[in-house]
């Protein structure tokens, strides 16, 4: 018969630093091999596995804001794991739209001319 591993949802903390320019996130996942913990960060969203003695730490969690995954750093200590990642700027794919002079009157004038 197969071993059922215990899955656990690590003590989790999100926080803006101080300058609000970057997310910390910290999971405590004490005794997870820094080898074994799979780490998987999206825009809105963060994923974890972590495999450590008899259990497997577990979490997805949903970001407030959008963040730049592929600027962010990771750091694993003393059973700490600890991420920062700026956030990303709401108007950084904005798109420009080009605007043509007049508004709806001067199009039923032209129309009705």
């Known amino acids: 018969?197969?071993?059922v591993r215990?899955?656990?949802a690590?003590?989790?903390?999100a926080y803006?630093?101080?300058?609000?320019?970057?997310l910390i996130v910290e999971f405590?996942?004490?005794g997870?091999?820094?080898?074994?913990?799979e780490l998987k960060l999206l825009e809105d969203s963060v994923h974890l596995l972590a495999p450590a003695r008899d259990i497997d730490y577990v979490s997805a969690l949903a970001l407030g804001w959008p963040v730049k995954p592929n600027k962010a750093e990771a750091?694993?200590?003393n059973g700490l794991l600890r991420i920062e990642v700026p956030?990303?700027?709401?108007?950084?794919?904005?798109?420009?739209?080009?605007?043509?002079?007049?508004?709806?009157?001067?199009?039923?004038?032209?129309?009705?001319?």
Do not use: L, N
């Open 10 to 13: 690590p003590d989790t903390v």
């Open 16 to 22: 803006a630093d101080a300058e609000h320019h970057r």
């Open 6 to 8: 215990m899955k656990v």
């Open 87 to 113: 956030f990303k700027d709401p108007m950084e794919d904005a798109v420009r739209v080009a605007i043509t002079p007049g508004g709806p009157e001067a199009k039923s004038q032209i129309i009705g001319a």
């Open 28 to 30: 405590a996942i004490p």
């Open 75 to 77: 750091t694993y200590e």
């Open 32 to 37: 997870a091999p820094t080898e074994t913990i």
């Open 1 to 3: 018969m197969p071993v």
